[in-house]
C-alpha cells in the first residue's frame, strides 16, 4: 500500500540520516542566518556539519525582516556572501542594499544543505557533553518534549567543535557556564550571582578556545559587561 511506503520511506531515511550525524567535525547550535551561512562554509571545506534549530522553520528572525515587513537592508561588507548565494539584491544607497527576506532565508538554507550540511529543525539542544575539559558534543531532545514539560530523555550527539549560533543569548556558553562552571562570579558591578544565575550576557570568539565572559543584569534591564574572573574552555 502506498500509505505504508510512505511512512516507511520517511521513517527509514529519517533514521539513516540522523545515525549518520551522531558523530560529527561541527555542531552549529541555532539556526538564524549566521549559523547558516557557517554552515555551508564549513561543509563546502568537507566538514561533516549539522545544525539544530527549535523552530518548525530554521532562518531566525529573517523570514520577517522588520515589523513582519519582509524586507531587509545589508551593509557592503556582506555583498560578496550575498553574490555567492544568488540571492537578488537592489542597491539602496551608499553601502547599503536591500533584499527580500523569504528569498534570502531560503537561499541560505538551500545552499547550506547542497553544501553538505544537514539541518535538524525542532531540536532543542540542552546541554553540551564536557569531557576532559573539553566540549565534545551535544545533549538534543525534541522541542515540544521541552515544551511540554515532558521526562523525556535526550540523546547525545558527539561534536569535535560546537557554535554558539543562538543570537544575543548565547545560551550554550550560558549552559557551558551555569551547569560547568560553577561558583559565585564577582563582577564589577558588585553583583554575585551564584552559578551564573541572573547573568544573561557572554562574550566570547571561537579559535581554539572558547573564552566565556561573564556579565551580569542590574536592575531595570540593563547589562554592565566586565568581570574580574575569566574562564577557559578548550573546544579543539
Same mark, same amino acid.
Given at each position: 500500500?502506498?500509505?505504508?511506503?510512505?511512512?516507511?520511506?520517511?521513517?527509514?531515511?529519517?533514521?539513516?540520516?540522523?545515525?549518520?550525524?551522531?558523530?560529527?567535525?561541527?555542531?552549529?547550535?541555532?539556526?538564524?542566518?549566521?549559523?547558516?551561512?557557517?554552515?555551508?562554509?564549513?561543509?563546502?571545506?568537507?566538514?561533516?556539519?549539522?545544525?539544530?534549530?527549535?523552530?518548525? %522553520?530554521?532562518?531566525?528572525?529573517?523570514?520577517?525582516?522588520?515589523?513582519?515587513?519582509?524586507?531587509?537592508?545589508?551593509?557592503?561588507?556582506?555583498?560578496?556572501?550575498?553574490?555567492?548565494?544568488?540571492?537578488?539584491h537592489e542597491k539602496y544607497e551608499d553601502g547599503?542594499?536591500?533584499?527580500?527576506?523569504?528569498?534570502?532565508?531560503?537561499?541560505?538554507?538551500?545552499?547550506?544543505?547542497?553544501?553538505? %550540511?544537514?539541518?535538524?529543525?525542532?531540536?532543542?539542544?540542552?546541554?553540551?557533553? =564536557?569531557?576532559?575539559?573539553?566540549?565534545?558534543?551535544?545533549?538534543?531532545?525534541?522541542?515540544?518534549?521541552?515544551?511540554?514539560?515532558?521526562?523525556?530523555?535526550?540523546?547525545?550527539?558527539?561534536?569535535?567543535?560546537?557554535?554558539?549560533?543562538?543570537?544575543?543569548?548565547?545560551?550554550?556558553? %550560558?549552559?557551558?557556564?551555569?551547569?560547568? =562552571?560553577?561558583?559565585?562570579?564577582?563582577? =564589577?558591578?558588585?553583583?554575585?550571582?551564584?552559578?551564573?544565575?541572573?547573568?544573561?550576557?557572554?562574550?566570547?570568539?571561537?579559535?581554539?578556545?572558547?573564552?566565556?565572559?561573564?556579565?551580569?543584569?542590574?536592575?531595570?534591564g540593563h547589562s554592565a559587561y566586565g568581570t574580574?574572573?575569566?574562564?577557559?574552555?578548550?573546544?579543539?
Amino acid at each position: 500500500m502506498i500509505e505504508t511506503k510512505v511512512s516507511k520511506g520517511i521513517i527509514s531515511t529519517y533514521f539513516e540520516k540522523l545515525e549518520r550525524n551522531l558523530d560529527l567535525d561541527v555542531a552549529i547550535v541555532g539556526g538564524g542566518p549566521s549559523g547558516i551561512v557557517a554552515a555551508y562554509y564549513l561543509a563546502k571545506a568537507g566538514l561533516k556539519v549539522a545544525q539544530f534549530d527549535r523552530k518548525l %522553520a530554521p532562518g531566525g528572525g529573517m523570514w520577517g525582516g522588520a515589523m513582519m515587513f519582509n524586507q531587509i537592508v545589508i551593509q557592503e561588507e556582506a555583498i560578496d556572501i550575498v553574490k555567492e548565494f544568488n540571492i537578488n539584491h537592489e542597491k539602496y544607497e551608499d553601502g547599503l542594499y536591500v533584499m527580500d527576506s523569504v528569498e534570502s532565508t531560503s537561499a541560505l538554507l538551500y545552499h547550506a544543505v547542497h553544501a553538505g %550540511a544537514t539541518v535538524f529543525n525542532c531540536y532543542s539542544v540542552e546541554d553540551v557533553i =564536557f569531557k576532559n575539559n573539553t566540549v565534545s558534543g551535544v545533549v538534543v531532545n525534541w522541542t515540544p518534549v521541552l515544551r511540554e514539560g515532558m521526562h523525556v530523555d535526550p540523546l547525545n550527539i558527539l561534536a569535535k567543535i560546537v557554535i554558539d549560533g543562538t543570537g544575543h543569548d548565547s545560551e550554550i556558553a %550560558a549552559t557551558v557556564a551555569r551547569n560547568h =562552571f560553577g561558583g559565585n562570579w564577582r563582577t =564589577f558591578t558588585g553583583c554575585n550571582c551564584r552559578r551564573g544565575r541572573g547573568c544573561k550576557r557572554y562574550e566570547g570568539n571561537l579559535s581554539g578556545t572558547l573564552r566565556l565572559r561573564y556579565g551580569c543584569f542590574r536592575r531595570f534591564g540593563h547589562s554592565a559587561y566586565g568581570t574580574d574572573l575569566w574562564r577557559n574552555v578548550d573546544v579543539r
